[in-house]
């Protein structure tokens, strides 16, 4: 099953999730879940969040409807969220380049 996930963006970073939930539905479009990403260290938000809505058919329309729509003093940016990256085992970590001991003594003889 395809995910009906929208991408929000340029959110007010004193916007609540429950303020986004009640401008998506003013639109006429229902939601099954907010999320707006927030700074794991600081817990302020980011500015960007996800919706879930039943269908492709009401991310259309949330798109028609509020891409560009003001909230709280900002356009909003609404688009078909992508899906999550993989993050594999990437650049960093593991692995023995093997750069040698040390710090041994050695025999003079």
């Known amino acids: ?6 991408y929000v963006g340029n959110l007010d970073y004193n916007t609540t999730e429950d303020e986004l939930k009640s401008h ?3 639109k006429g479009v ?6 707006l ?3 794991k260290y600081t817990g302020r938000a980011k500015g960007f969040g996800f919706v879930e809505v039943e269908s492709e058919e ?3 329309k949330a798109i028609e409807a509020l891409d560009g729509q003001e909230l709280n003093g900002r356009k ?11 993050r594999g085992s990437g650049g960093f970590g593991g ?3 093997g750069s040698g001991g040390g710090g041994g003594r050695r025999s003079r003889f």
């Open 1 to 6: 099953m395809e995910q009906s996930k929208l």
């Open 24 to 26: 998506f539905e003013t």
């Open 30 to 35: 229902q939601t099954k879940s907010v999320t």
């Open 37 to 39: 990403i927030k700074d």
């Open 58 to 60: 009401a991310i259309q």
């Open 76 to 86: 909003l940016t609404v688009n078909k969220a992508k899906p999550p990256r993989e």
């Open 95 to 97: 692995g023995s380049g």
